[in-house]
C-alpha cells in the first residue's frame, strides 16, 4: 500500500503564484476546509487509503470566459499520511515519494475549458516525484456562497487516475498497485 502517496497531488498539487486575468476572482485554497486524498490496491486484494495534511494553493475563476482561469496546488510530500507512521515514513523515502529531494508536488494549469454550468476540463502540469507530466482533468463546482463573515467562497472536486510508474516510483508493483485514484477537493476564500 506504501505506494498510496501519488496522489498529491493533485493535485493532487497547485499552489504558487499566479499571472491573473483582469475578470478572474482571486481564491485562495483554505486546507481547513479541502482534502486530497487517494488509494491504492494492496496485494490486488483490497484498497489503502491516504491523504496530504499540508498544501495549499490559488484559483483565479473568470466565469464569463474560463480561458482566462488558471489553478495552481502545492503539496508537501512529507505530509503524507496513510494512518499508520511506520508506512508513512515509507512512504517519504526514495522507495516512493523521496520527500527529501522532491518535497513539494506541484499542479499549474495550462489550460481551462467550460464543458457544462458546473464542469470545467483543466489540463496541467503535474510534477511529482521530479517528473512532470501533463494530465487533463474534470473539475465540478461543488457550490459556491459566502461563510460566516460574508467573505466569497467557492468549491471544486475533482477524481482521477495516474499511473505512479509513469512518475519514476517503481517500488513494490505487483504488491501495491500502479493505478492510483487521487482526489482533490478544494474551498477557495476570495482573496
Known sequence: MRTIFLCLLLLIGMTGVLQLADAADTYEVDASHSMIIFRAKHMG?????????????KLAIDETDAANSRIELEVK???????????????????FFNAKQFPV?????TEVKKVDEDTLEVTGELELHGV?????????????????????????????NIKRTDF?????????????????????MKK
Do not use: C
Not at 47 to 57: D, I, K, L
Not at 84 to 91: F, G, I, M, V, Y
Not at 172 to 187: L, P, Q
Open 77 to 95: 510530500a512529507a505530509s503524507v499520511d496513510t494512518g499508520n507512521e511506520k508506512r508513512d515514513q515509507h512512504l517519504r523515502s526514495p522507495d
Open 168 to 188: 519514476g516510483m517503481a517500488y513494490g508493483i505487483g504488491a501495491v498497485s500502479d493505478d492510483i485514484r487521487i482526489t482533490v477537493s478544494v474551498e477557495g
Open 132 to 160: 512532470k507530466k501533463s494530465v487533463t482533468v474534470e473539475v465540478e463546482m461543488t457550490g459556491k456562497g459566502k461563510n460566516p463573515q460574508g467573505t466569497a467562497i467557492i468549491g471544486f472536486e475533482t477524481t482521477f
Open 105 to 109: 508536488i506541484t499542479f499549474k494549469s
Open 45 to 57: 486484494v483490497s484498497y489503502n487509503y491516504g491523504r496530504f495534511n499540508e498544501f495549499s494553493g
